[in-house]
């Protein structure tokens, strides 16, 4: 495969050797380019040879010397110069499968692209890679790999997703680890399938790889209320979220006490809807699964903690308000509480939004829609501040799941809604209507 050059930035290696933008870029260093991952592997070297198509379609070359990590200047049609590859899956507990129709098409785009785990650590279920792509995972250290495992009895992995090569492709992982890179474990349970003795066999044969297994993350399934025609699910309750809970900590408690670390974890979720008292940020250690709700809470707590050591001075008078999901309320709550024992003059009122668009029991942030949070907006005073939480928006910061933007959502509500990212400091300054 070939792929396009679409732009050369000016000033760049690749302008000043007069490579051009609609020329195909064949080979660097005699190994055939087919995607960013090649790309970015062997352009590393501080040497390279690049061969080269014009659109008169003569074949050329350009040798490139440069700082080792130094880009090139070249741009082409896609990040990954190619398409993204889609999930063969069909799993039982795809979020995808659960949403309902008119929302826009990238939404219900499955993604399982090894190149996106990689770049940006999503997670992939090793079933739509083949042997030429884990060899490459391999040959190229590429490390973490983060792994959606589910299960690690073939079997059911191959009744949960629906994909007879589900079980087969657990070999991978095994090869992997042999090959002495990280690996990053997410389990997704559903109630009564892959929990319990399942979870058990799950976690000890995971850590049958350690240390390649640097983390293992354990999620709840998320259950919206468009499931007609989908399998019957359960969502977790207090006792199985604390039955679950219970599994997770006494392993972590044993590896802590026998490696010096606790490994496996449970996402924030399952102690919320138990009930229990969420860690402390200690208990993460490095927080290596926090982007999956791991930890998050935990974070976000010891981060204002630490935020309000820092005094600010002629904080006026103000009201703020924090738009926030049922699941984060009573963080909120808590921060609430510790800024207003430092700031008095400071009124922060928190406003819990139910999601009616994904059903009730869909309570985190990053699930709520323009409409939803506009709906409880509607008595708050013209031209407050509200807070909300980044998640809430695509990667891009400008548009909800709904479709609605940001920019819409602050006309129709004539407030200025702020988002902000996990970060003490930031929301901190942002509460109290500090500006830079």
């Known amino acids: 495969m070939s792929v396009k050059i679409t732009g050369v930035i000016k000033g760049s290696k690749a302008y000043k050797k007069q490579i051009h933008p609609g020329d195909v870029l064949l ?18 070297e501080k040497k390279i040879r690049l061969t080269l198509e014009n659109e008169k379609g003569k074949i050329y070359r350009k040798t490139v010397r440069k700082e080792q990590y130094e880009d090139l200047g070249l741009e082409f049609e896609t990040y990954l110069m190619d ?81 007879p090569n589900a079980g087969e492709n657990l070999k991978y992982i095994e090869e992997i680890a042999a090959a002495g890179l990280d690996i990053n474990a997410q389990l997704v349970l559903c109630p009564g399938i892959n929990d319990g003795d399942e979870l058990r066999y799950s976690i ?14 354990a999620v709840p399934v998320g259950i919206t209320k468009y499931r007609d025609g989908l399998c019957n699910l359960n969502a977790y309750d207090e006792k199985t979220a604390g039955e679950t809970i219970d599994i997770i900590e006494e392993y972590s408690s044993f590896y802590l006490e026998h490696i010096g670390r606790r490994v496996v974890y449970a996402a924030d979720e399952f102690y919320l809807k138990a009930g229990r008292p969420l860690p402390d940020a200690e208990f993460y250690e490095d927080f290596a699964q926090i982007e999956n709700g791991v930890g998050m809470w ?24 924090i738009a926030t ?49 506009l709906k409880n907006l ?59």
């Open 378 to 436: 509607e008595n708050v005073e013209e031209g407050s501040d509200v807070l909300i939480s980044s998640n809430m928006l695509r990667s891009e910061g400008d548009m909800f799941l709904d479709s609605i933007t940001l920019d819409e959502a602050r006309e129709k509500s004539k407030l200025n809604i702020i988002p902000n990212d996990q970060n003490g400091e930031e929301f901190l300054r942002n509460i109290l209507g500090i500006k830079e």
């Open 204 to 217: 000890e044969k995971l850590m049958s790889y350690y240390p390649a297994i640097q983390s293992i993350a």
């Open 27 to 44: 080979k660097i260093n005699d190994k055939q380019i087919n995607d960013v991952l090649d790309y970015q592997f062997y352009c590393a």
């Open 298 to 321: 935990a974070d976000m707590k010891s981060q204002i903690e630490l935020a309000l050591e820092t005094p600010y001075e002629n904080v006026g008078k103000r009201k703020v308000y």
């Open 83 to 163: 398409k993204k590859q889609h999930c063969k899956n069909k799993c039982i507990f795809c979020f995808i499968d659960q949403l309902p129709k008119g929302m826009r098409d990238t939404l219900y785009f499955k993604d399982d692209d090894a190149r996106l785990s990689f770049l940006f650590g999503n997670y992939i279920t090793l079933t739509n890679i083949d042997r030429h792509d884990v060899d490459r995972i391999i040959e190229m250290h590429i490390s973490p790999v983060n792994i959606s495992v589910h299960t690690m009895n073939p079997e059911l992995r191959v009744e949960m997703m629906k994909n």
């Open 325 to 373: 999901g049922f699941a984060a309320y009573g963080l909120m709550q808590y921060i609430k509480e510790k800024v207003s024992e430092k700031y008095p003059q400071v009124d922060i009122e928190i406003i819990r939004i139910k999601n009616d668009f994904f059903g009730s029991s869909i309570t985190v942030s990053g699930l709520i829609t323009g409409e939803d949070l």
